[in-house]
């Protein structure tokens, strides 16, 4: 599975922004997909993971209620939906396929990786 991360980009504080994750190769409809951010200096994190079929999610408690991730199958296209953003969100974001069905916390069980997109939050 190739990855391309997009929709990255300068916004204020409070603003929000919708990132896309385009993948094209194996069916994309077989892997859950995650989102993670590493900021400068920083280790990669965890923010989101979906199911294959959409039918859960998950979330880091520190974007609960701000970031909202789904996917569409038919698009081969998963999103991550950015809000309320803050300064601290400042970061190079990654999308990433998981194809064990589980372990949505655990970087290592993304065996794919998009390429990043940049989310600088500034006024």
């Known amino acids: 599975v190739q990855l391309q991360a997009s929709g990255g980009g300068l916004v204020q504080p409070g603003g929000s922004l919708r990132l896309s994750c385009a993948a094209s190769?194996?069916?994309?409809?077989?892997?859950?997909m995650g989102w993670f951010r590493q900021a400068p200096g920083k280790e990669r994190t965890f923010l989101a993971a979906?199911?294959?079929?959409?039918?859960?999610?998950y979330y880091v408690d520190s974007v609960k209620g701000r970031f909202t991730i789904s996917r569409d199958n038919a698009k081969n296209t998963v999103y991550l939906h950015l809000n309320s953003l803050k300064p601290e969100d400042t970061a190079v974001y990654y999308c990433?396929?998981?194809?064990?069905?589980?372990?949505?916390?655990?970087?290592?069980?993304?065996?794919?990786w998009g390429q990043g997109t940049l989310v600088t939050v500034s006024s």
């Open positions: 190769g194996r069916t994309f409809s077989g892997y859950g």
């Open positions: 990433a396929a998981n194809s064990y069905g589980s372990g949505w916390y655990e970087i290592s069980l993304y065996i794919y």
């Open positions: 979906i199911t294959w079929s959409g039918d859960a999610t």
